[in-house]
C-alpha cells in the first residue's frame, strides 16, 4: 500500500476543486468585531460607484445612535471599507450592503437569516443580554425539527421542539413554554433570529430558568412548514398567508398541545403550561389562552398585535369581554406584556392595558426602548422564561 | 373594546416595519423555474457592466453539457437576465452571480446553502433521484441537534441525528447509519446540501429502505460544532483543521456510538449498525470500521479520500494490510465503493480496489458520471440506504 499523496495534497485538490470548489477563495475579513466592539464592515468591488451599510445598529442606550446607514469607502485596490461610529453594545445584529443602490448581503460573511423573505447578513457581539445569546461551556438542550399530523387540517406540519440538556436521560417531566413567531414568521424564527436555545441553555445553566420544553409551531394554517421545508420546494416564500388571524390557529392548537403530551415527558397540568407570542403571536397567545382558560398557566404577549375584531363577525371575538373574565375567574399564574416605546403597537397595548386596568385583572407590563425588533423580543423570551414555573 | 385597526392594516404596517422590514421589497422572481425545466436568473443592478451565471448545472446527462457560465443581458430598466440554454434534469443546484467580477448571492432567492466557507445560492428541480429530494405527502422523520459529551475530548460536541418517522411511537429498535461529512464539512452538510432527510423519508415511505436512525457527526475533532453553533460564535469558519485525517477521529468515534446506543432506540449488533461517508468521510469510514471490525455491519465509501499514510508513522496506518485483513475475516455484509469517473481520486480508488481484488475481499462497486460534487453524494446515499439491514 505505497500511495504517496498526503493530507497536505488533499487539501490543496480540495481547495481546488472539491465539496464543489466552495472554499471562500477570499482574504476579506467582514464583519470584523474590533476589540472596542465597533465593527468595520469590508467589500470587494473595484467597479461599484457608491457602497453603504444598512443594519439594525442602534445603540442598546438610546442617547447613543448610531447612524443606520454607513457610507463605505473605496481604497486603490477596490476593497472598499467602513465602520461604526462607535462601539455597538453586545447583540446580533442584522445589515446588508447596498452597491450603487443594491442590496445584497455581505459576500464574505457565511452567517445570514431569514426574516420572512429577505435574507441578511448577520453578526454576534458576545454576548448580549449579559451573556445569554452566546454558546457558553454550558450544558446544552437538543433542538429537533418534528412533524404531527392535524386531524382538523388535515396535513402533517413542522414545529420545533427544544428539550433542556438532561431530558433524554433524566426520566423526569417538564413543563412546557409555547412560543410563536409573529406574521410571516414560521416555526425556525424563534431558534434562528430569537436564539431561544441559546437563551434557554444559558438561563437553565444559571439557575435562572428551570428546565423546561420549548415547542416553536408554526403560526400559518395554510403553511404546514416553513419555507424550503415543505412540499412547495424551494419556491418564493408566500407571505400573504390567509387564515393566521381568523380564529383557525386557535381551533386547531390544542392538536399540538395533544402531540407534544403524547410524545414528549411533560407535566400536564395548567401551572406547567406557559404560552407566549410576537407580534402576531402574540394575538394568538392572547386569543388560546382566552379560549382555553384551564390550559395556559403562564401567558407572554411580546410586542402583541392585538386586534379584536368583533365587529367583522368572526367567533373569536364574539363574546370576548366574557371569555377574558372567564379566565381571570380562575386567573393564570402570570399574565405578561411586554412593549417596546416605539413600537407601532404601543398604542393598542396601552388601549388593551386600560381594558385590563378596568376590570382589575393582574397582569403585570414591561416597557422597553425601541420598536418592533428582533432584539426586544430576545429580551423579552429572556426576561418572561425566567419567570416560568416556580 | 372598539379598535378600528384591522389585519389588512397589520399586515401593510408589517410590511414597512414590522418583523424589522424585513419583507422582500423587490417582485423579482429569481430562479424562475420554466415548465420546461429549463431556468432563467434575474438581478436588479441598473449601473453594473457585467453580470454572469456560474452554477454547478453540468447536465445529468453527460452528452448535454450546459455551460455553466450564463452570461445575462440588461433591458432599459437595469433589470439583467439570462436563462440556461437547456433544460436541467432533476436536481438541486448552487449558484452565484458575478458582478463585473464580484461574487454575490442572488438577492432575490432566500435559499442559500453554505459549503464550508462559502454561500452559494441553490434552487431544487423537483424532483431529483425519482423523488427522492422533494418534500412529499408521506411520513416525516425528525431531525435533532443533539450534543454529547467526548470524555477522551474533554468537551461538548454537537451532532445531528435523524430518527425515522414513527419513532416516537413505536416502541421499536432501531438500526444506525452512522453518516459522514467531507473535509471542511460538518454536523450539519448531510441534512443540508446532501437531503438526507428527505432521501430516507422518501425511500422508507416507499418500502425501499428499512427504518432507520442516521446519525451524523461533527468529523473535526478540533470542531465541537458547525460554524456558527459552536463557543466561537459567527466567526470565519476555519478550514484548516488539524487532527482531521490523523487517527484521532477514529479514536473518539466510539464515544459517538456510545452516547447513540444509551440515548436512542437502537439495535446494538454488527448487522444493526452502517458507516458511510464522502470523501473525508470515507476515509474515515474505512478506517473506523477497520480498527473495530466488529462494530460496523455495512461501509460505505463515496468518493472516499484513500490514504495510507504509514510511512509518516502514524498508528492510525500501522499494520494496515493485517487490521484490513482482520476486517474480512469476519467480513461486513457489505464494502460498498463509489466514485465518479472524473474525480480527482479517482485513481486511488481504483489503486485500492486493486489491492482488496488481491486479496479476494468481496465489495460492490459503484461507477458513476461527473466527479467531487454533492449531486453524486446524495445518489450514493440514496443508493446505500437501500442495501442495509435487509
Request: proline share 6%.
Amino acid at each position: 500500500m505505497k500511495l504517496f499523496i498526503t493530507a497536505a495534497l488533499l487539501s490543496c485538490a480540495l481547495s481546488l476543486s472539491a465539496q464543489q470548489a466552495l472554499f471562500n477563495s477570499s482574504n476579506i475579513v467582514s464583519p470584523q468585531i474590533n476589540d472596542d466592539a465597533s465593527v468595520t464592515f469590508r467589500y470587494f468591488n473595484p467597479s461599484a460607484e457608491s457602497v453603504k451599510v444598512v443594519g439594525d445598529f442602534l445603540a442598546a442606550d438610546p442617547a447613543v445612535v448610531i447612524p443606520t446607514d454607513i457610507h463605505m469607502s473605496k481604497n486603490d485596490n477596490g476593497l472598499w471599507e467602513g465602520s461604526t461610529a462607535t462601539p455597538l453594545a453586545p447583540e446580533l445584529y442584522s445589515y446588508a450592503f447596498y452597491v450603487d443602490g443594491v442590496r445584497t448581503i455581505d459576500p464574505a460573511n457565511v452567517y445570514t437569516a431569514r426574516d420572512i423573505a429577505t435574507l441578511s447578513s448577520i453578526f454576534l457581539i458576545d454576548d448580549g443580554c449579559d451573556g445569554l445569546y452566546g454558546v457558553h461551556d454550558v450544558p446544552h438542550g437538543s433542538l429537533s425539527k418534528v412533524w404531527y399530523h392535524s386531524d382538523i387540517l388535515d396535513v402533517d406540519r413542522r414545529l420545533s421542539v427544544y428539550t433542556p440538556a438532561g431530558y433524554e436521560s433524566s426520566g423526569r417531566n417538564y413543563p412546557v413554554l409555547y412560543l410563536l413567531h409573529g406574521m410571516g414568521g414560521d416555526e425556525n424564527a424563534w431558534s434562528e433570529l430569537g436564539r431561544a436555545c441559546q437563551i434557554l441553555d444559558n438561563l437553565i445553566a444559571r439557575g435562572l430558568a428551570r428546565p423546561m420544553i420549548v415547542v416553536m409551531p408554526n403560526g400559518n394554517v395554510d403553511m404546514p412548514a416553513a419555507p424550503g421545508e415543505s412540499h412547495l420546494g424551494l419556491s418564493v416564500p408566500n407571505t400573504n398567508l390567509p387564515h393566521t388571524m381568523d380564529g383557525t390557529y386557535e381551533k386547531v392548537f390544542p392538536e399540538i398541545v395533544n402531540f407534544v403530551e403524547a410524545n414528549y415527558r411533560t407535566r400536564r397540568d395548567k401551572a406547567s403550561r406557559a404560552i407566549a407570542g410576537l407580534s402576531m403571536g402574540g394575538f394568538h397567545a392572547l386569543h388560546i389562552s382566552k379560549d382555553y382558560p384551564d390550559m395556559m398557566g403562564y401567558v407572554g404577549l411580546f410586542s402583541s398585535a392585538i386586534f379584536p375584531l368583533k365587529e367583522e363577525n368572526i367567533p373569536l371575538y364574539a363574546d370576548m369581554e366574557d371569555k377574558i373574565a372567564r379566565q381571570f375567574e380562575n386567573p393564570p399564574l402570570l399574565y405578561w406584556i411586554a412593549i417596546g416605546k416605539d413600537d407601532f403597537l404601543y398604542d393598542i397595548n396601552t388601549h388593551y392595558r386600560s381594558l385590563l386596568d378596568a376590570k382589575g385583572y393582574d397582569y403585570v407590563y414591561t416597557e422597553s426602548a425601541e420598536g418592533h425588533i428582533w432584539r426586544n423580543w430576545r429580551r423579552y423570551l429572556a426576561s418572561f422564561a425566567q419567570l416560568l414555573f416556580k
